[in-house]
């Protein structure tokens, strides 16, 4: 063999291991403690009546988690954080601190758990120069503390990528949540899905739950990740081997968690994390993992309804947050975004469904049935992806029915309907052939 045939054979042996690798998926995790010092002065979300006190002690630290995927020069990556809810800033912001590596609002899902016992997301909100303590003032050093936080996670996960084997596996759970508004619809599908290296080492896990973490009300003033803490921590000590544990909530904008337990706030959300941690643990165990043949991503944006307030909001949400008719023209004039992107993302058979705020479980499972229908096996509602734009109901829930649900959707009764079928076309285009 002369010497020019064997630089062309060893060149043709280059490119096609290199395409060989271009074909497997590749992973990469990172974790990194949010919690701001106390000294910060930093507010608690999701209670009005918290009226913008500073936390008064940390309870449970709150953690952001980053799973970063590439095959061949697609990536995606998904970040979990123990935090009530994003302004529509911290994902542009974020983006703007890591140019040049290949992140974009197109390629990357931030999933909060929505935490009773975390930030406020008023507190994170650029925007947000209302002056109002019922709903949370804006405080720079607290975004720019997050902001710091999230650059160093991002750079972390994209790198030291490995080829891994990944499933994904749910249950129905009974009895551990609930409709809080009496209404039949319950999520109740437990979803896990399992990443290891090639040589069978877990590296991440992902767990789908869908419950409203506020076992702690608006008068515990400790930082927490609530429930969603405990399961993660929990699973990771039962699993070992250094792996990462990431939760996201579902279309939890009316479910709610079950636990007949006489114990007081702190101490449920540890019983309960542990409860769900040791579901999540047993279907883990079943799942095998295998090589990824199929992954994609899918964004668009989508235009929003007109801003109204929900007839009910006086009676609930505007008491709650200080507001009258006038004002909260203005707040959602201010913070309310116009428009809003919808993402999706597939692994093989499990398709996350990103949802920009609280759905309910009615449109949860219709954006999960249609896209089942469509050859996915495993279809999770990523809830609260990105931003928070308030509940989103379904058009007869938002006319005919009352409560604090009803009285936080600020787009109108067609909401639901954009957001749905929104996210439905965004992930039907990562179904089809």
Not at 127 to 145: R, S, T, V
Not at 360 to 376: D, F, W
Request: with cysteine.
């Amino acid at each position: 063999m002369n010497t020019k045939h064997l630089i062309t054979c060893l060149f043709l042996a280059f490119i096609l291991s290199f395409n060989s690798q271009g074909a497997h998926l590749a992973a990469s995790v990172s974790s990194i403690d949010i919690t701001p010092p106390i000294a910060m002065k930093y507010t608690l979300g999701g209670y009005g009546e918290r009226m913008n006190k500073p936390a008064e002690a940390i309870h449970d630290h709150i953690w952001a988690k980053a799973l970063a995927l590439q095959m061949g020069t697609r990536k995606y990556m998904i970040i979990t954080l123990d935090l009530l809810g994003l302004p529509e800033n911290v994902k542009s912001d974020l983006l703007k601190r890591v140019p040049g590596m290949g992140w974009r609002m197109e390629n990357m899902m931030l999933l909060p758990s929505h935490s009773h016992g975390s930030l406020e997301m008023a507190s994170l909100n650029s925007k947000n120069q209302l002056n109002n303590p019922n709903l949370g003032i804006f405080q720079p050093e607290l975004l720019a503390f997050l902001i710091d936080k999230l650059e160093t996670l991002v750079k972390e996960a994209d790198r030291n990528y490995q080829p891994v084997k990944i499933a994904t596996g749910s249950r129905i759970l009974d009895g551990l949540n609930r409709n809080r508004r009496k209404d039949p619809d319950v999520d109740k599908e437990l979803i896990v899905t399992r990443i290891d290296k090639k040589n069978g080492k877990p590296l991440a896990v992902l767990v789908n739950w869908t419950a409203h973490p506020t076992f702690l009300g608006g008068q515990d003033m400790l930082t927490s990740a609530e429930w969603p803490g405990y399961l993660q921590s929990s699973l990771q000590d039962l699993i070992g081997q250094g792996v990462t544990a990431m939760y996201f909530n579902g279309s939890e904008g009316d479910q709610s968690t079950i636990l007949n337990s006489p114990k007081k706030g702190y101490e449920k959300i540890e019983i309960y994390g542990k409860i769900i941690s040791n579901k999540a643990f047993d279907l883990y165990k079943e799942i095998k993992t295998k090589d990824v043949k199929e992954f994609n991503y899918s964004y668009q944006l989508i235009t929003l309804p007109e801003h109204a307030a929900h007839p009910s909001f006086m009676k609930t949400g505007g008491e709650e947050y200080g507001l009258n008719e006038k004002t909260v023209k203005i707040v959602m004039d201010v913070l309310g975004p116009k428009e809003v992107g919808m993402g999706a993302v597939r692994i093989d058979d499990l398709l996350i469904s990103g949802i920009p705020g609280e759905m309910t479980a009615i449109l949860g499972q219709k954006v999960k049935k249609a896209i089942r229908e469509n050859g996915v096996k495993y279809v999770a509602i990523g809830g609260l992806a990105n931003v928070w734009l308030g509940y989103i109901l379904d058009r007869d829930q938002y006319l005919h029915g009352e409560g604090y649900e009803s009285s936080m959707s600020f787009y109108g009764p067609d909401l639901g309907a954009a957001i749905s079928d929104g996210a439905i076309k965004s992930a039907l285009t990562l179904t089809q052939k």
